[in-house]
Structure formats: C-alpha cells, structure tokens
C-alpha cells in the first residue's frame, strides 16, 4: 500500500516553504509571509505523523509478527527534529530578508 520512503514527506513543508517564502519576497502574493510559514509548520507536524504512521506499517508488514528493532524510529525522530529546526531557521531568514528589503524600499 505504501511503496514510498515516509522519510521524504518530511521534506515537503521545507521546499514549499522555500518557493512561496521566495514569492512572497520577489513579488506579492496572495498568502502573507506568517500564513505561509504557519501552514507550513502545521503541515512539517502532519507530514510527521504521517511519516511515522506510514513506516510503523511498513516494518509491521516486512516483520511478519517478529519482534522488530526501533531504530528507523529513533532515525525518524531525529530527522523530524533535524528538518524542523532547519524550517525555523528558514523562516527566520527569509524574515529578517523580507523585513530588511522593505527597510530599503522605504
């Protein structure tokens, strides 16, 4: 059912945070530069659970009613934490770009 690596839905909020924060700065659009960092810090926390929802089925179908190792969750919750504190520093330059451009445009 699942034929695809729950590792690569964590990196979706990161690149759409990167294009529309891009947007926002060159030209306007329609979300503002909080909206869209919202969004996608709300969708990094779903993308998240997914991830972790999509590989717990995975290794439950591959382990066929052994005992399993935890590791590719201890390697998931770091990455999560990992991408996520990447996020926010995104955010933050984008921000403090954003915010020194109309500083200029004044």
């Not at 964590?10 to 690149?15: A, E």
């Not at 329609?30 to 659970?49: D, E, G, M, R, T």
């Not at 926010?88 to 500083?103: E, F, G, H, P």
Request: proline residues 3%; contains cysteine; hydrophobic residues 55%.
């Amino acid at each position: 059912m699942f034929d695809f690596n729950p590792f690569l839905l964590l990196f979706l909020p990161l690149i759409l945070q990167l294009i529309f924060g891009i947007k926002d700065y060159v030209r306007s659009i329609k979300l503002n530069f909080a909206k869209i960092s919202i969004i996608n810090f709300l969708l990094q926390i779903a993308f998240s659970y997914w991830a972790y929802a999509f590989l717990e089925h995975k290794l439950n179908q591959e382990s066929n009613g052994r005992i399993r190792c935890g590791m590719p969750f201890v390697g998931l919750v770091f990455t999560e934490l990992l991408i996520i504190a990447i996020l926010l520093v995104t955010i933050l330059v984008q921000y403090l770009i954003k915010r020194s451009y109309n500083r200029k445009q004044k």
